[in-house]
């Protein structure tokens, strides 16, 4: 059972409620949750949410009744670990079965599209990490242009090599950790403490898709972007 699952807190400082906030017409939330439903290789969906209304909407929708979340994870400090160990057990145990994969779409960053689903699963498949983690090529470098102060004041490069890098395409890669699409091994999920204790490997997407929505300005950004998309598919 490939279980789908989707953190949905009902705070937010950034952008009020912004998880149930109307995007591009219908709440945000939806913009992941639909995906989940329509992938032929997702089977069960659970969302993990402290908030009534979106709980009862997901179940609505097909998704599992675990529950609401316990408040001890609906906390700003609340790691998203513990979030995704809790929705695991909750969904299992309202599934009547294991699972064999925990696939996470993060609500916030609603521009993923179907085949980057898919292709996160199928690196899963064949590689068999303890996690998959969406990743993105990071916009700045620290090897070349990213720089931090000394003790003086005086700027250095944050991460500098013998002689030195002068051409951002000699740089070693570097990424961002996009908060996108995540497929977790259970029994890693299950015993271990943090997400970076095992074999993580990266699923590179564009930057483009990978925008999390943390501010208005990123709301507005990723409106645009997914009207754009909407009116490509005529």
Known sequence: MILGHIGARKGSKGVVRKNFKDLCGKPMIDWSLDQLFSHPMVDAVVVSTDDEEM??????????PIGLRPAHLATDEAPKWGVWQHAMEAGEAAAGKEA???LDLDCTSPLRLPKDI????????KERPDMVMSVCEARKNPYFNLVEPDETGALHVSKPLPGGVWARQAAPTVYEHAASTYVVAPKYLREAQTIYEGRVIPFEMPPERCIDIDSP????LVELLL????????
Request: no cysteine.
């Open 55 to 64: 709980y009862e909407h997901a179940v609505a929708k097909g998704a599992l």
């Open 100 to 102: 064999t994969a925990f």
């Open 118 to 125: 898919t292709g996160a699963l199928e690196l899963y498949q």
């Open 217 to 220: 300005f990123d709301f507005k």
């Open 227 to 234: 009207q754009e998309q909407l009116d490509s598919k005529g």
